[in-house]
């Protein structure tokens, strides 16, 4: 059963997900749009080719993650600024610089992990349970942790996990 904050988040999710569609493609001529494995990406041709190959890592090293990544992240768009965020309620993934172009495609690949995982705890117990207690934060970040973990291991790179944080 949802409760209203829940529809009124998703809703409000959608909304969010069209003005950052169309104000990217407005701002940055050079951008544009591509869907890979159902999943739409927004940003220069580098950064469309670096996430299909992130995907791509995920499909055959990963299955677990690649399996149900098109149910909890809709849209991956490149963000010019340092950090990455997630939008939970729209499944919007906002890369930035440091994911797609600073470090390695397969820590590109594990952060992937790490959204995909947050997304679906969230969608799970946040919208299906109104009685979610939003304090186990930090444990649900652990579990994003350890799971963007495993995904450096599948992807031999063990070297990268002391990164993690």
């Given at each position: 059963m949802y409760k209203i904050t829940d529809k009124v988040s998703l809703f409000l999710g959608k909304i969010y997900k069209r003005k950052v569609i169309s104000s990217s493609l407005q701002k940055h001529p050079s951008y544009s749009s591509s869907f890979v494995d159902g999943i739409r990406i927004i940003g220069d041709e580098k950064f469309i080719l670096q996430t299909s190959q992130a995907i791509d890592l995920l499909k055959y090293k990963d299955n677990d993650i690649y399996n149900g990544m098109k149910d909890y992240i809709d849209l991956i768009i490149f963000v010019g600024r340092e950090k990455s965020s997630f939008v939970t309620s729209a499944k919007t993934y906002?890369?930035?610089?440091r994911e797609a172009y600073?470090?390695?495609?397969?820590?590109?690949?594990s952060s992937l992990a790490y959204w995909r995982t947050r997304s679906e705890i969230w969608h799970k117990l946040h919208i299906n349970n109104p009685f979610y207690d939003?304090?186990?934060?930090?444990?649900?970040?652990?579990?994003c942790t350890n799971r963007q973990k495993?995904?450096?291991?599948?992807?031999g790179r063990e070297d990268m996990v002391k990164y993690v944080k």
């Amino acid at each position: 059963m949802y409760k209203i904050t829940d529809k009124v988040s998703l809703f409000l999710g959608k909304i969010y997900k069209r003005k950052v569609i169309s104000s990217s493609l407005q701002k940055h001529p050079s951008y544009s749009s591509s869907f890979v494995d159902g999943i739409r990406i927004i940003g220069d041709e580098k950064f469309i080719l670096q996430t299909s190959q992130a995907i791509d890592l995920l499909k055959y090293k990963d299955n677990d993650i690649y399996n149900g990544m098109k149910d909890y992240i809709d849209l991956i768009i490149f963000v010019g600024r340092e950090k990455s965020s997630f939008v939970t309620s729209a499944k919007t993934y906002e890369v930035g610089i440091r994911e797609a172009y600073e470090v390695s495609i397969e820590w590109y690949a594990s952060s992937l992990a790490y959204w995909r995982t947050r997304s679906e705890i969230w969608h799970k117990l946040h919208i299906n349970n109104p009685f979610y207690d939003r304090k186990k934060t930090e444990k649900i970040r652990e579990m994003c942790t350890n799971r963007q973990k495993e995904t450096l291991k599948k992807l031999g790179r063990e070297d990268m996990v002391k990164y993690v944080k």
